[in-house]
């Protein structure tokens, strides 16, 4: 069988994580390979032959042109200069018509820009770092927005988060071409875990507490050291020497949702972690959580995240 070209392209100042941590995961994916029967035959494409990623560090690329040879695969990772690629001449008369040869398309981060001003995503459900969504949207409204997951597949167009979710998207179509066992050989070799799906959330409610708000950040802490206690609002008032009218106001107006709502989130996130990373039976995840009774659990569970949490367990339990 002959080897699935992937192309990747570049320009100046791309996110160097977006391009280097895709193309080392197809790279790994050959060296684990038989030396004469490698998967992938690999290229780094750009409109001109030479370029400039930052300041004093530039790389020598295949200059992309009409006769360019058609890829399996075309790979466009994210960057500050993804718009400036985009308005440059050549994006029209070569960058357009080079991914309509392409079998499968790949975006990481904002690399989504470039195809949806080729006009690839219209109609298409899509993703990119949460930084961009809304920008994607008011550009492309005709684009499906997938707002929280790492990556998303729809038909030969995959999108990603962008950073590392990049890693993530690789190793699902190395696991897609070659199969599990070879994609877990990559992500050990990479000392990842196999494997992310794509409708993994690019946050935590954890994360995004802590972006929110630095008055209630001690109070996040321990909570999250104390879920299997107390912790209805008298409690967390006590904690924070408020009133518990004072403390409900001040802590629904700074976070957006109330003391309670909060516990709950942060009581499922830790069960999410243990689904993934013990083998615990519900039931003791429920009562380390603060959830209480397993039928309690599986309903919030349901409830927030859309699924049991047996079956986020057979999702995202890591293999190794």
Not at 95 to 110: D, G, P, Q, Y
Not at 120 to 131: E, F
Not at 241 to 254: G, L
Request: aromatic fraction near 8%; charge should be positive; glycine fraction near 6%.
């Amino acid at each position: 069988m002959r080897p699935k070209s992937i192309q990747f392209i570049t320009y100046p100042k791309v996110s160097l994580l977006d391009l280097a941590g895709p193309l080392d995961v197809f790279m790994a994916a050959n060296r684990f390979s038989r030396p004469d029967h490698q998967p992938y035959a690999i290229s780094i494409l750009a409109l001109n032959q030479t370029t400039e990623i930052c300041s004093n560090f530039s790389v020598n690329t295949e200059t992309l042109q009409a006769e360019t040879s058609s890829p399996h695969t075309l790979v466009i990772p994210g960057g500050p200069g993804i718009h400036d690629f985009c308005k440059d001449p050549k994006f029209a008369t070569h960058f357009i018509n080079h991914t309509e040869k392409a079998k499968r398309l790949i975006s990481v981060c904002t690399g989504i820009f470039a195809l949806a001003f080729a006009g690839k995503l219209d109609g298409r459900k899509a993703t990119t770092h949460w930084s961009a969504y809304d920008e994607l949207e008011r550009l492309f409204p005709s684009i499906i927005v997938k707002r929280g997951p790492i990556f998303v597949n729809d038909e030969y167009i995959w999108t990603s988060a962008g950073v590392t979710s990049g890693i993530d998207l690789a190793l699902s179509i190395v696991e897609e071409d070659l199969g599990h066992a070879v994609a877990l050989e990559v992500a050990r070799h990479l000392v990842m875990f196999l494997k992310r799906s794509g409708d993994q959330n690019q946050f935590s409610p954890s994360l995004i507490l802590q972006s929110k708000s630095s008055q209630f950040s001690d109070l996040h802490a321990w909570i999250n050291e104390n879920l299997g206690t107390d912790l209805k609002v008298p409690v967390l008032a006590n904690f924070m020497n408020m009133s518990e009218r004072t403390f409900i106001r001040k802590y629904s107006e700074s976070m957006g949702k109330t003391p309670s709502k909060m516990v709950e989130l942060l009581r499922l996130d830790a069960a999410r972690d243990m689904l993934t990373n013990s083998n615990s039976p519900l039931k003791t995840i429920a009562q380390h959580c603060g959830l209480g009774s397993e039928s309690t659990l599986i309903r919030r569970f349901v409830k927030n995240f859309g699924i049991t949490p047996k079956e986020h367990r057979a999702r995202f339990k890591s293999t190794q």
